[in-house]
Nanobody, 123 residues
Framework: QVQLVESGGGLVQAGGSLRLSCAAS????????MGWFRQAAEKEREFVAG????????YYADSVKGRFIISRDNAKNTVYLQMNSLKPEDTAVYYC????????????????WGQGTQVTVSS
C-alpha cells in the first residue's frame, strides 16, 4: 500500500511559478515510478511528468516541456513539480501518482493516487 499527499497548489498569475510537493509513504515505495497528472474542468486526466526513485530518468508531456521540472528527494520520500511560466491553460487539479512504467515513464500506469491539489492560473 502506498499513501500520497500533495501540497503546494494555489492561485497564481500567468507567468508565475508554483511548486507542488507529494509526500509518499509505503514499504514498497521504491518499486514504483512516480508521476504528476492533471485534470482540467470537463477534460480527461492527463499525464504531466514522471520520475523514478533511482537514476536520472524523467519524462514530460509536450505541453509542459521546458517549463515544468519534476524532481525527488529520496531521503524525504517526496516528489516535487516545479511549475514555471504558468499559463491559464495549466489550470487544473494536479494529482500525484505511483504506478508501474515498464515501457517508459510516458506510459506510467498509476496504481495509487493522491487527493489532488488545485492550481489556478489567472490571465
Amino acid at each position: 500500500q502506498v499513501q500520497l499527499v500533495e501540497s503546494g497548489g494555489g492561485l497564481v498569475q500567468a507567468g508565475g511559478s508554483l511548486r507542488l510537493s507529494c509526500a509518499a509513504s509505503g514499504r514498497t515505495l521504491s518499486s514504483y515510478a512516480m508521476g504528476w497528472f492533471r485534470q482540467a474542468a470537463e477534460k480527461e486526466r492527463e499525464f504531466v511528468a514522471g520520475i523514478r526513485w533511482s537514476g536520472d530518468s524523467t519524462y514530460y508531456a509536450d505541453s509542459v516541456k521546458g517549463r515544468f521540472i519534476i524532481s525527488r528527494d529520496n531521503a524525504k520520500n517526496t516528489v516535487y513539480l516545479q511549475m514555471n511560466s504558468l499559463k491559464p491553460e495549466d489550470t487544473a487539479v494536479y494529482y500525484c501518482a505511483a504506478g508501474r512504467a515498464p515501457y517508459g515513464l510516458g506510459y506510467l500506469s498509476p496504481d495509487y493516487w493522491g487527493q489532488g491539489t488545485q492550481v489556478t492560473v489567472s490571465s
